[in-house]
């Protein structure tokens, strides 16, 4: 069992949902992610994705993109970011999972990639380029460690491959909602809270639903029928202000954002 395993049975036994932000390691640098992930813990997250930048994102969209590539300008490296993760433990009251990509996973070798991560204090990762069917390996080292290897769903994945998918994850499942990529939108797809009703009847394995969240609206519609919502691009762009304004205002701009969706989960 990871602690996100505890979290989700903590919520659970309290009829509570989880909300998950997003924030991209090393935007606009290490330091300022660190202050943000204390702060929108401190506002009421109960689980935080940590985006490892990458030069060749899949399903980001260009708020995400941009700032993968302002974390990569500024030469940001893996170790820099567990170590990073590793330091702020002392400030961090929910679990971290990095979303990271297979290439740098293999990269650094996948074993190697579960056991830092884990001493740096995470509890998890979401891999989008590595298809359930070919995740055997990291899947086995990370139930070794106890470390969720989440998988993810999208809306043109047939139902009984979503049932694979859900069966080979841990943690949660990742239902993304809407097709294509990641970014703020007006409003959700009608069939989506359909989809999440069928597959909340399949599976006991809780479910976030991530892509295209940004308003309390969106929240309190997706809340009856999901475990959790993940909220990416509208806290990225977010922080992307601290670059060019007072970090402290900016940092308690996305306080007061986190602590209002937080608050919509509730009600």
């Given amino acids: 069992m990871s602690a996100i395993d505890d979290v989700f049975r903590a919520l659970r036994a309290q009829g509570r949902k989880a909300f998950m932000p997003f924030v991209t ?8 992610t660190a202050l943000v992930l204390a702060e929108i813990m401190r506002r009421g997250a109960n689980l935080c994705e940590l985006g490892i930048p990458y030069s060749d994102p899949i399903a980001d969209g260009p708020v995400i993109q941009a700032s993968y ?20 433990q002392p400030q961090l009251s929910a679990p971290v999972a990095s979303m990271v990509s297979y290439a740098i996973v293999l990269r ?5 990639y579960v ?8 509890s998890g990762m979401i891999v989008p380029d590595l ?3 070919e995740s055997e390996e990291l899947s086995r080292i990370c139930r070794g460690e106890d470390f969720s290897l989440v998988q993810l769903v999208a809306p043109t994945t047939p139902r009984e491959r979503t049932l694979r998918i859900a069966a080979t994850s841990t943690g949660f499942l990742y239902y993304v909602s809407v097709t294509g990529i990641t970014g703020e939108r007006t409003a959700l797809p009608q ?3 359909d989809n999440l009703r069928w597959l909340r009847g399949e ?9 295209g969240i940004s308003t309390p609206e969106h929240v309190r519609t997706l809340a009856p029928v999901a475990d959790g919502l993940i909220v990416g691009s509208a806290v990225v762009r977010r922080v992307a202000e601290a670059g060019a304004r007072p970090r402290d205002q900016v940092l308690a701009e996305i306080g007061n954002y986190v602590a209002e969706l937080v608050d919509a989960l509730g009600s």
């Fill in 108 to 112: 650094h070798g996948p074993a190697a």
């Fill in 69 to 88: 590539t302002r974390a990569l300008e500024r030469h940001v490296k893996l170790a820099q970011i567990f170590d990073t993760v590793r330091k702020a």
């Fill in 131 to 133: 298809p359930a069917d």
């Fill in 115 to 122: 056991r830092d991560a884990k001493q740096a204090g995470m």
């Fill in 25 to 32: 390691a090393g935007d606009p640098d290490l330091e300022f």
């Fill in 203 to 211: 599976t006991d394995l809780p479910i976030c639903v991530g892509f």
């Fill in 191 to 193: 069939e989506l809270i």
